[in-house]
């Protein structure tokens, strides 16, 4: 409808792009070793650069990553997987093991939704993989999803 495309398109100032704060918000809480924007390419490319530059693997143990559900709408209309579109305004960040309920705590009380993923290994074979239930290796994506919508040979 009119009324959820307007919606929408305020979510370029909200939530929106920006991840100054919660970046800020993180290094005030927690020894912070990588962050990344994931924007093109989504998460999973997102998730496998920090992969990649830090010379380690990523064992993913979320059943379900995070998607807001307009962006999952969208994707479906479009058949787009969500893992592999922009992810704007997203922040990846590695923090230690013992310290990752603290930086989900900080993030909550400044009313910024934060999640733990999984963990970082010293495994590079599979460098980004499900773990747990869904085990298999995470998606890759040469270029980002969204760019199917306006290139037919895509």
Known sequence: TAQEIE?????????????VQE???????VEVH???DPTEGGVATGLWELAQASGLG???TAEA???????????????????GTIASGALLAAVPAAQAEDAIRACAAAGIACYRLGTAVADT??????AGTTGGNFPTFSRDEIVQIFSPEA
């Not at 919606?7 to 991840?19: A, E, H, I, K, M």
């Not at 970046?23 to 809480?29: F, H, V, Y």
Request: aromatic fraction near 10%.
């Open 58 to 60: 990523l064992h993913l």
């Open 125 to 130: 074979s599979a460098r980004v993989r499900y």
């Open 7 to 19: 919606r929408w398109q305020d979510f370029l100032f909200v939530p929106g792009l920006s991840v």
């Open 65 to 83: 990553l995070p998607v807001l559900p307009e962006g999952a709408l969208l994707c479906q209309v479009f058949g787009l997987d969500p893992l």
């Open 34 to 36: 990588a962050m990344h």
């Open 23 to 29: 970046a800020q918000i993180l290094q005030q809480a």
